[in-house]
């Protein structure tokens, strides 16, 4: 087991008067320039507590990105401050960060510099002058092969921070689930998911697949799906690997604009599919009642558009079961949450695509970059 291995930073490793560089993960969703959930924040909070009260002077790495744009942290610095509380003050520069001598210092979004990107270990040893010890709490950005991930923590003693480890641990029992185990999957894009379907199909006792992937899946098999988007390209793919699989489920009925649900087979050429029906909900309801862990990832259908209620029967059905169960990715994450429902579940990974990953490989390059280290 991965977790087995990671050294993770714990009690007994000296803080005190040292400069302790944490990789954080606060590439948070933005709303009108502000922070639109801060759940990747807290939960990093117990460890930078933890450091400061051992004595410890702070230098926070992470990046920030919305749609495709790197944003700068100088605007959130104040908003960061008041739900951190740690009195953190902005260093746009790698050389302004080195000089503060402020207790805790948030370095500029890592991704304005070109080096972090590149992976360029130049880059990576100017970032490891800021500290004496590198901690990795940015399980949800380990996925990314960049400069702050693989080389900074080969060159300082390296750990995992608690988070990242829990989310190895907890990940890692998904690999070896309890049976019988379900996967649940929704969202978009097939690329992102295929790696996690091609690993459990082998393994999961029943898979699920809704959101607008399942229009994909249902366009391969031969059904109309009217104007859905579908990804064509991915049919084949879909037709070889997936659809012959006994334990594959598919919604039965869908909900299409104006929220009227239509039978598979009744679809018509203009429907654009936006959630799954209520048959669908009741089937996936009563084989999720038999499982003892269950994953999920992904709406199952367009919640922003206001077709949420296939996700939220799910979600009332996963509260409600005594199965274990994890729940990742930024946008499933953000309606357990507008339920206040984020302390019923198992497990609420902070990753997205970190997750997904992996799911699929059983590593991501930020855990074999720590595993890699040998300073101490
Ligand atoms: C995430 O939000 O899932 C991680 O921070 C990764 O962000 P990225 O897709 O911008 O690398």
Redesign the pocket.
């Known amino acids: 087991m991965l977790s087995q291995k990671l050294p993770v930073f714990n009690k007994s490793v000296t803080v005190s008067n040292k400069r302790v560089i944490v990789r954080v993960?606060f590439?948070v969703p933005l709303e009108h320039g502000g922070i639109a959930d801060d759940y990747r924040i807290i939960k990093t909070l117990p460890l930078l507590e933890q450091l400061r009260s051992g004595g410890a002077r702070l230098v926070l790495l992470s990046?920030l990105?919305e749609k495709k744009e790197h944003r700068s942290f100088a605007a959130l610095v104040d908003e960061l401050n008041r739900i951190v509380g740690l009195g953190m003050v902005f260093a746009k520069s790698v050389e302004e960060a080195r000089q503060n001598g402020a207790d805790v210092v948030l370095l500029e979004n890592l991704r304005v510099f070109p080096g972090e990107e590149r992976n360029d270990v130049v880059f990576a040893e100017e970032l490891s002058t800021l500290g004496d010890i590198f901690i990795n709490e940015g399980f949800?950005?380990s996925h990314?092969p960049y400069a702050s991930i693989m080389h900074l923590p080969k060159l300082l003693p390296s750990y995992a921070g608690p988070l990242f480890y829990e989310e190895v641990m907890k990940l890692e029992e998904a690999l070896n689930p309890e049976r019988p185990f379900m996967l649940v999957l929704g969202g978009v894009k097939f690329a992102t998911k295929v790696g996690v379907l091609e690993h459990f199909m082998k393994t999961a006792d029943k898979i699920f697949v809704g959101g607008a992937l399942a229009n994909t899946f249902l366009a391969a098999k031969g059904h109309r799906v009217g104007a859905s988007p579908v990804e064509k390209d991915a049919f084949e793919y879909v037709r070889e690997m997936f659809l012959n699989s006994p334990n594959l489920m598919l919604p039965s009925d869908v909900r299409v604009g104006e929220n009227k649900t239509l039978g598979i087979g009744n679809i018509g050429e203009r429907d654009v599919v936006y959630d799954i029906g209520p048959a669908s909900s009741d089937a996936l309801g009563r084989v999720l009642g038999d499982m003892k862990m269950i994953l999920w990832n992904g709406p199952l259908g367009c919640v922003e558009e206001g077709y949420g209620q296939g996700t939220a029967n799910l979600l009332s059905v996963l509260a409600a079961t005594k199965a274990k169960v994890i729940i990742g990715g930024?946008d499933t994450l953000a309606v357990v949450r507008n339920q206040g429902l984020e302390n019923r579940f198992y497990h609420l990974s902070t990753?997205?695509?970190?997750m997904l990953e992996f799911l699929a490989k059983g590593t991501l390059p930020g855990i074999e970059a720590i595993l890699d280290n040998t300073k101490d």
Not at 351 to 354: E, K, N, S, T, V
Request: aromatic share 0%.
């Open positions: 993960d590439n990046h990105t949800s950005q990314r930024g990753g997205g695509g970190a």
